[in-house]
């Protein structure tokens, strides 16, 4: 795989999801971030909103940036009668941030 891929996680990217997840949210175990990640690859699914992570991942398919994104009920200064799609979650290892992979192009 070339380096700048993304990805979508799939089995067996727990650990590497949940160690960026823990540098992330350091208030955290890395125990509750597996869980939570085996879940959403498992399932698709943030308790009962559709949800996804994608992964950067260098050129042997090593994850070293995440993104946590889905659907929720509402957020602020959103309409409240529709669901609203919404970012959790993005780091980059601090290795490839000065590299650019954080730069995210977010429209709406």
């Not at 089995?11 to 949940?18: N, P, Q, S």
């Not at 960026?20 to 990640?37: G, H, I, K, T, Y």
């Not at 290795?95 to 650019?100: K, N, P, Q, T």
């Amino acid at each position: 795989m070339a380096e700048g891929a993304i990805r979508e996680a799939r089995r067996g990217d727990e650990g590497a999801i949940a160690e960026l997840m823990v540098s992330l949210w350091p208030d955290d175990s890395l125990a509750e971030f597996q869980s939570e990640a085996a879940s959403l690859i498992e399932t698709g699914m943030c308790r009962t909103l559709p949800a996804v992570v994608l992964l950067g991942v260098n050129e042997a398919d090593v994850a070293i940036g995440f993104l946590q994104a889905g659907l929720r009920s509402h957020a602020d200064g959103c309409d409240t009668s529709c669901p609203v799609g919404f970012i959790e979650g993005c780091l980059c290892a601090p290795s490839r941030a000065a590299r650019g992979w954080t730069r995210l192009d977010v429209r709406c």
